[in-house]
């Protein structure tokens, strides 16, 4: 049965960093294109950024660019979300997702992970 396990949430403070990772299990996802979104807390889930197969090609939310960065390494079955800069806004509930379509978007993903807390204190 296909996974994504997220890892890397915690407590931060403003300006500090995480690196959050999701590891896939239970089938390869390195033909996929990966994303990440997020939760808070009273709010819909929103995008953040998304990554094709490839790694050739990123995506963000405005909200995120030039703070935030998503990698993939497919060796490893595993995707990244470097967060720098963090601001209290930033808190929220990450979620990693697969979708088996080639295009990079925001929307249309089928595998999604059970999420992991970030909270960013001021």
């Known amino acids: 049965q296909a996974q994504l396990v997220e890892s890397g949430g915690g407590l931060v403070q403003a300006g500090g960093s995480l690196r959050l990772s999701c590891a896939a299990t239970?089938?390869?996802?390195?033909?996929?294109?990966m994303g990440w979104f997020r939760q808070a807390p009273g709010k819909e889930r929103e995008f953040v950024a998304a990554i094709s197969w490839s790694g050739g090609n990123t995506r963000y939310a405005d909200s995120v660019k030039g703070r935030f960065t998503i990698s993939r390494d497919n060796l490893k079955n595993t995707v990244y979300l470097q967060m720098n800069s963090l601001k209290p806004e930033d808190t929220a509930v990450y979620y990693c997702?697969?979708?088996?379509?080639?295009?990079?978007?925001?929307?249309?993903?089928?595998?999604w992970g059970q999420g992991t807390q970030v909270t960013v204190s001021l």
């Open positions: 997702a697969a979708k088996a379509s080639g295009a990079v978007t925001t929307s249309g993903y089928g595998y």
């Open positions: 239970g089938r390869t996802f390195s033909s996929y294109t």
